[in-house]
């Protein structure tokens, strides 16, 4: 497992973007798969983007196609999801969570279950 620390959150309107930022103070973050979830009260962690460890493959939820962009730089051990568009249903707890894998793994997952280390979550709120 590496530790890893959200930030970017806040506060913005409906239309606006913000830039989540994913990092690890650990070399060996370029080994894991990322991916970002998020949660609203009362509902489950739903997944919204992955990348694989070399950024070679990408993968989006439907509702945040042609909004979100993830993006990765192992240099600097980070991970960045670009919000654009944002919609008042954006609007949760947004969690940073890793896998390592195998450099041939180019898979995406999915379900919170097959991630082993996870951020404490950054909030984003959008007002209408």
Same mark, same amino acid.
């Given at each position: 497992?590496?530790?890893?620390?959200?930030? =970017?959150?806040?506060?913005?309107? #409906?239309?606006?973007?913000?830039?989540?930022?994913?990092?690890?103070?650990?070399?060996?973050?370029?080994?894991?798969?990322?991916?970002?979830?998020?949660?609203?009260?009362?509902?489950?962690?739903?997944?919204?983007? =992955?990348?694989?460890?070399?950024?070679?493959? &990408?993968?989006?939820?439907?509702?945040?196609?042609?909004?979100?962009?993830?993006?990765?730089?192992?240099?600097?051990?980070?991970?960045?999801?670009?919000?654009?568009?944002?919609?008042?249903?954006?609007? #949760?707890?947004?969690?940073?969570? #890793?896998?390592? &894998?195998?450099? &041939?793994?180019?898979?995406?997952?999915? &379900? #919170?279950?097959?991630?082993?280390?996870?951020?404490?979550?950054?909030?984003?709120?959008?007002?209408?």
């Amino acid at each position: 497992q590496v530790p890893l620390v959200e930030s =970017g959150g806040g506060l913005v309107q #409906a239309g606006g973007s913000l830039k989540l930022t994913c990092a690890s103070p650990r070399t060996a973050f370029k080994d894991y798969a990322v991916g970002w979830f998020r949660q609203t009260p009362g509902k489950e962690r739903e997944f919204v983007s =992955g990348i694989s460890r070399n950024g070679g493959n &990408t993968h989006y939820v439907e509702s945040v196609k042609g909004r979100f962009t993830i993006s990765r730089d192992n240099a600097k051990n980070t991970v960045v999801l670009q919000i654009d568009s944002l919609k008042s249903e954006d609007t #949760a707890v947004y969690y940073c969570t #890793a896998r390592r &894998t195998i450099l &041939t793994d180019q898979l995406i997952r999915t &379900t #919170a279950g097959e991630y082993a280390s996870w951020g404490q979550g950054t909030q984003v709120t959008v007002s209408s």
